[in-house]
């Protein structure tokens, strides 16, 4: 059977249970919690599983979507969902090629203008996040499950780059994906 994995952005995963404690905000759970996710060490995130993934099944039966092309508007999102659609056989022409615009978009229900967060907590975290991006990125070109590990990169690399932007006086308002 195929099996489809969607991955987000690393740093958008903000641990949701930590952030619902009563003073504890995006800033306070990145920094604070350093625990493996599922066992999975934060510093490979994506490129940890994913291996597990490649080892147990063919890279045909694989299916990765990254989530800013998702949720997209207009022709990567089109795309994305018409390279979902061609790897589970559903016709093309059977459901749209488009999604509803606020489809789980956390950055337009909480805080809209932005998490504010120290900038060398940020700028360490977009670090270890680009260091995993790139051997996700490496892993999904060298077994055929993307066109270009380089767009893969950029997609996140962008997203990274417009935050860092908003840094001042040591803080940076960092909207999530």
Not at 146 to 165: H, M, T, Y
């Amino acid at each position: 059977p195929p099996t489809h994995a969607p991955t987000r952005q690393t740093l958008a995963q903000g641990d949701p249970v930590c952030m619902n404690q009563p003073g504890h905000d995006l800033a306070f759970c990145l920094e604070h919690d350093k625990n493996p996710i599922m066992g999975v060490p934060r510093d490979s995130y994506y490129s940890h599983p994913l291996q597990y993934w490649l080892d147990a099944f063919p890279a045909e039966q694989i299916h990765v979507v990254q989530y800013e092309n998702l949720v997209a508007v207009g022709k990567r999102q089109a795309a994305e969902l018409r390279r979902l659609k061609a790897f589970l056989d559903i016709d093309m022409d059977a459901i749209s090629d488009e999604l509803v615009s606020e489809f789980n978009c956390r950055s337009c229900t909480i805080e809209p203008e932005g998490h504010v967060l120290p900038e060398a907590l940020y700028q360490s975290l977009v670090q270890e996040a680009r260091r995993d991006t790139k051997r996700l990125a490496y892993l999904l070109e060298k077994h055929g499950l993307v066109d270009s590990s380089k767009a893969w990169i950029q997609n996140w690399g962008s997203l990274w780059n417009e935050n860092l932007r908003t840094c001042s006086d040591g803080f940076c308002k960092v909207k999530l994906s």
